[in-house]
């Protein structure tokens, strides 16, 4: 890897590496001054010619001296001759400036270009004219950057960090220091539901970055958006209908370094039973051995296939231009996984940091097929009616299998003899995640340029299925430092199959309507509207425990593999009676007013407004659980302002306030146990009351040219009843701990941002950073022992940052762009991470920490004339693992990796990632 960073370190450094004699200079927009990328600069009577780079500069090398014509032209402008005398040095830097062509047929280019909103320029433009605050990632940006899902690409807009998959793929994003439920999720200004398995958030990895035409990160609110947004919304805006013909195409392969240095562990899914006995057969079945195929216990070891990733897109305008249509698809085929150390941990007695009791070797193997499909219709009636259909469908299947190794600190633990007992487990799991989203949308100009008509007609559904999950437990032990399996449990939970399902289904329609008039002199809009959404969600779950029938069969002597063992049902009808049975809705209705006058230099956007909510929820199979029915009415008045005010030309200020909420998922309020995680098992609260927020921002805006900015700003968010796991002790059975999201009284957060775009001819940086603060306290558990010796617990008052937020946390790129069609460009990106609350304990200073990591990437990508391109694209170059730590040390604890004061839990290694492909565009 030293290598290959190397040789791209002297690849930019040859690139930088000019002559001495040179003709410098710039070329601008002669009205509004802005710098023209892009533009042809031409010394006539010679074959010196060049393109402006990002930042409308340009230089011919080694120019002969003497008197010559520059010739400079660009589409929509009028080509500008001037004559120039050239010396053998010292030639002064050009400055151009060009007119706009006043040609009819120009014109009509210049709306289309315009209209183009996957360049960096269109998204510099929208960042600078939108009502609220906002980051766009442009589509060409996204295309040349690393990263292949939108997951990956979000996490390189300021105040945004992401939470990882097991695999090291980025999933969630954490907008501002707020955890992935405090923000929602839009395909084309819509809503999405979720398909994950409790809750409402829309894990991003299952979306393909190259169906975007632009992503946009908006931080504030209007009243025409909802408001369930504490930290920010993601709206991701699918590629659009060109104007002309264009056909889009790429095809990759590539590798992981973790499966050139370990095999890749997999079994057959083909023959998985997506329902369960209980379903095939009726609630009064009782299911044996032959019910549950085998396949999904044969593990196989080998070098996995190249990773495979393609995509294609195509879009035209027919009858005159009327009608647009646009056509894409992408696929991917990755073999991920990771090398994972975890330690278990316990509080001892009146220790005050958790000992070390387990420690647990893990390897996952996960094959993951991302598919992904967009459509769009769009016809032009007139030039006051449009109508336009989008259709979205994006599928990820996930096979994963881990497989661990534990070794047991608390018994028959010698480390010098080398003796130590062990567990072997080993999981495997098929999951099914599917989103599709139909929008059927209206715009109608009523009175020109006056009364203005939009509506929506909504359908999407969500689906996860995670079908027969296998879990295996086998004995084992360590004697003379030598590891062996032993036996399989006749006890316990030794063998598990469990089946998993939820499904989630919106229909909305959506309407508003807008007024343009003129008052004292300013532009006026008065806009109203609102939406109807019913929500209907389905969850199933259905377990069945198995154990040993032949608790003295021998690993090596009765049996060799998992399929070889012969095992007894416990529970022969399985287990339903869990909070992940229920059937559960959501109605929603909000209405909206809103008031936007421009004035000279001076915008003003507010309003308010109103959403109604009706959640209810139904166990199916209650186990005497008290509320095995129950709901959740409410209204919440949502007023919001957003000010804008012009300095100069290119620069402006904003300020804003909104207020928002965060309501609780469907799981979070069933009452009842859950699922039973690694670690823990889960619970619902029923009394769990929604989140509410006043949000406010204040940001500077800078745009000096086209493709840079300066964004420096400042938010403030106090937070009412915020919601956070935490891990409890059952009122009633102390000796239970269960992990339940419950209302921590009040919290804050604040924060500044700093959004850096600089380009100089062909190179260009962009950065930000942000640091975020927040402030939450709550009751935690600690023990002590009494006059009679007896040990006592006691709450304790502790006051720390809200889960998932960093203090630091920050992007830069390089990039190198030329331009035309033979040009090349060049990203290394990083993006830095702060330390951050991973879990929160019910024990006094004992959550577990994420150590701060930066993630290197790199990308590169070379253009041909005959419209063929390729491209590179390389992950994690620095293998950057996920730790998990507690901040302090047991001192009687001679198990636990020590570090800097520190007790490592948890230590993820993903290794790197390559790509190597081809690229056609017409």
């Known amino acids: 890897m030293k290598s290959t960073l190397q040789v791209l370190l002297c690849l930019l450094i040859s690139i930088t590496t000019a002559s001495a004699t040179s003709l410098k200079g710039y070329v601008y927009d002669q009205k509004t001054g802005e710098a023209i990328p892009g533009a042809s600069v031409r010394l006539e009577q010679t074959d010196k010619a060049v393109l402006t780079g990002l930042d409308g500069s340009f230089e011919i090398k080694h120019p002969p001296a003497g008197s010559f014509t520059l010739k400079v032209t660009y589409l929509m402008y009028k080509a500008l001759s001037q004559q120039i005398i050239i010396s053998k040095e010292d030639n002064p830097t050009l400055k151009v400036y060009l007119s706009e062509s006043k040609d009819k047929d120009l014109s009509e280019v210049i709306i289309s270009s315009k209209g183009d909103g996957s360049t960096e320029k269109a998204a510099r433009r929208i960042e600078q004219k939108s009502l609220q605050l906002v980051n766009v990632v442009s589509g060409r940006a996204i295309e040349v950057s690393p990263d292949l899902t939108v997951a990956n690409v979000i996490q390189r807009v300021s105040g945004i960090s992401i939470e990882r998959s097991s695999s090291g793929d980025g999933q969630y994003a954490i907008m501002r220091g707020m955890d992935k439920r405090y923000n929602y999720t839009l395909v084309n200004g819509v809503k999405i539901p979720s398909p994950d398995n409790k809750y409402r958030y829309v894990p991003l990895d299952i979306f393909p970055s190259e169906l975007l035409e632009r992503l946009e990160v908006y931080k504030t609110l209007t009243p025409n958006m909802e408001g369930d947004a504490i930290g920010g919304v993601v709206n991701m805006v699918m590629k659009d209908a060109p104007e002309k013909l264009q056909i889009n195409a790429n095809l990759a392969a590539g590798y992981s370094q973790l499966f050139i240095d370990r095999d890749f562990m997999s079994f057959d899914a083909s023959g998985i039973n997506h329902k369960s006995p209980y379903e095939i057969n009726g609630k009064n079945y009782n299911a044996t051995t032959s019910d549950f195929t085998k396949g999904t216990v044969d593990y196989t070891t080998k070098h996995p296939a190249p990773n495979l990733v393609g995509g294609i897109s195509i879009g035209n305008r027919y009858f005159n231009d009327k009608l647009g249509v646009l056509i894409a698809g992408s696929y991917q085929n990755n073999y991920r996984g990771s090398n994972s150390t975890f330690y278990t941990t316990q509080v001892v007695s009146t220790d005050k940091v958790s000992s070390v009791i387990k420690e647990d070797e893990r390897q996952y193997s996960e094959q993951l097929k991302r598919y992904g499909a967009h459509a769009k219709l769009d016809y032009v009636f007139n030039k006051n009616h449009k109508l336009s259909l989008y259709n979205v469908y994006v599928d990820l299947n996930s096979l994963q299998l881990r497989d661990s190794k534990l070794v047991d600190f608390t018994s028959e633990y010698e480390p010098e003899q080398g003796n130590a007992k062990l567990n072997y487990a080993t999981r495997t799991r098929l999951t099914e995640q599917q989103i599709y989203n139909s929008t059927l949308q209206g715009n109608h100009q009523l009175i020109p340029e006056k009364l203005k008509l939009q509506w929506s007609a909504v359908y999407s559904s969500a689906k996860n299925d995670v079908p027969d999950q296998n879990n295996i437990n086998i004995l084992g032990v360590r004697e003379n430092f030598m590891d062996r399996r032993t036996y399989a449990p006749a006890i316990g939970d030794a063998y598990t199959r469990r089946w998993e399902r939820n499904t989630e289904e919106d229909k909305a329609g959506y309407v508003d309507l807008s007024y343009n008039t003129m008052i004292s002199g300013a532009k006026v809009e008065f806009n109203a509207g609102g939406l109807y959404r019913d929500k209907q969600r389905s969850s199933f779950y259905n377990q069945y425990v198995l154990t040993s029938s032949n608790p003295e069969a021998l690993y090596g002597r009765d049996f060799n593999k998992y399929t070889e063992i012969n095992w007894t049902i416990k529970n022969p009808t399985g287990s339903v009676d869990n909070a992940l049975t ?69 620069q402006q200020l904003r300020a804003s306030y909104y207020r928002s909420l965060n309501r609780p998922g469907f799981y979070e309020i069933i009452p009842g146990t859950g699922l039973i995680q ?84 062909k190179f260009g940086i962009k950065a930000n950073y942000t640091y975020t603060h927040s402030r939450i306290t709550t009751t935690k558990s600690s023990r002590y022992r009494d006059s009679n010796g007896d040990l006592k617990p006691m709450s304790v008052e502790q006051s720390r940052p809200l889960y998932g937020q960093s203090e630091h946390i920050g992007n830069i790129s390089i990039l190198y762009k030329e331009g035309g069609k033979k040009g090349f460009d060049a990203q290394l990106a990083a993006a830095y991470t702060g330390p951050r609350i991973n879990t929160i304990s019910q024990f006094l200073d004992n959550d577990l920490w994420q150590q701060g990591f930066v993630q290197m990437d790199v990308s590169a990508e070379k253009r041909f004339k005959n419209n063929l391109s390729i491209f590179i694209k390389g992950g994690n170059l620095l293998n950057t693992p996920l730790k998990l730590f507690i901040k302090g040390t047991n001192p009687n604890d001679a198990n636990a990796t020590q570090f800097d004061n520190k007790t490592l839990v948890r230590n993820d290694y993903y290794k790197q990632t390559y790509l190597l492909g081809v690229r056609y565009k017409l």
């Open 582 to 650: 229920y059937d559960a809705s959501e109605k929603m209705a909000a209405g909206y007013g809103m008031v936007t006058l421009n004035a000279e230099n001076f915008q003003v956007v507010g309003g308010l407004r109103i959403e109604h909510t009706d959640q209810r929820y139904k166990m199916l199979f209650p186990a005497a659980e008290l509320r095995p029915v129950g709901s959740q009415v409410y209204t919440d008045y949502l007023p919001s302002l957003n000010l804008k005010y012009k300095l100069a030309d290119k």
């Open 678 to 761: 690694d670690d823990y098992k889960e619970k619902g609260n029923p009394d769990l009351k929604r989140a509410t927020a006043d949000n406010f921002d204040l940001r500077y805006e800078l745009f000096p040219d086209g493709n840079d900015q300066l964004l420096a700003g400042a938010f403030y968010k106090k937070i009412k009843n915020p919601i956070e796991y935490s891990i409890q002790a059952d009122p009633t059975r102390p000796q239970d701990t269960y992990y339940l999201p419950g209302n921590f009284g009040n919290a804050r957060n604040y924060g500044l941002e700093i959004d850096y775009i600089k380009f100089i001819h």
